[in-house]
């Protein structure tokens, strides 16, 4: 079982920057793939960022490209997204997601995880 905390959502201006977490509570954390999707209101759950359990591959949304960094920190457990250059259209409520063992190329799809966390809100003003 894996439980994932989400925080560092907030209001921020456009062209501005966050720095999301996501704290596991896993043991076997270090061996968990893991991703970021969002989700605005009457809009369907998206993918953002991932990386493998490795850490050596990750992987991006067309939109966010350039703008958003995911990585990750095994001796803490944690998974962070880094968001620059903030738009509007970046509103959303923002999902850490894990799956334990996998090392297959579809983690821009949510159907593969295991683990959600409860989501933390950002938005962007203009």
């Known amino acids: 079982q894996v439980q994932l905390v989400e925080s560092g959502g907030g209001l921020v201006q456009a062209g501005g920057s966050l720095r999301l977490s996501c704290a596991a509570s896993?043991?076997?954390?270090?061996?968990?793939?893991l991703g970021w999707f969002r989700q605005a209101p009457g809009k369907e759950r998206e993918f953002v960022a991932a990386?493998?359990?490795?850490?050596?591959?990750?992987y991006y949304a067309d939109s966010v490209k350039g703008r958003f960094t995911i990585s990750r920190v095994n001796a803490k457990n944690t998974v962070y997204l880094q968001m620059n250059s903030l738009k509007p259209e970046d509103t959303a409520s923002y999902y850490c997601?894990?799956?334990?063992?996998?090392?297959?190329?579809?983690?821009?799809?949510?159907?593969?995880?295991?683990?959600w966390g409860q989501g933390t809100q950002v938005t962007v003003s203009s």
């Open positions: 896993a043991r076997t954390f270090s061996t968990c793939a």
């Open positions: 990386i493998d359990w490795r850490g050596g591959r990750t």
């Open positions: 997601a894990a799956v334990q063992s996998y090392s297959g190329n579809n983690l821009s799809i949510k159907e593969v995880y295991d683990y």
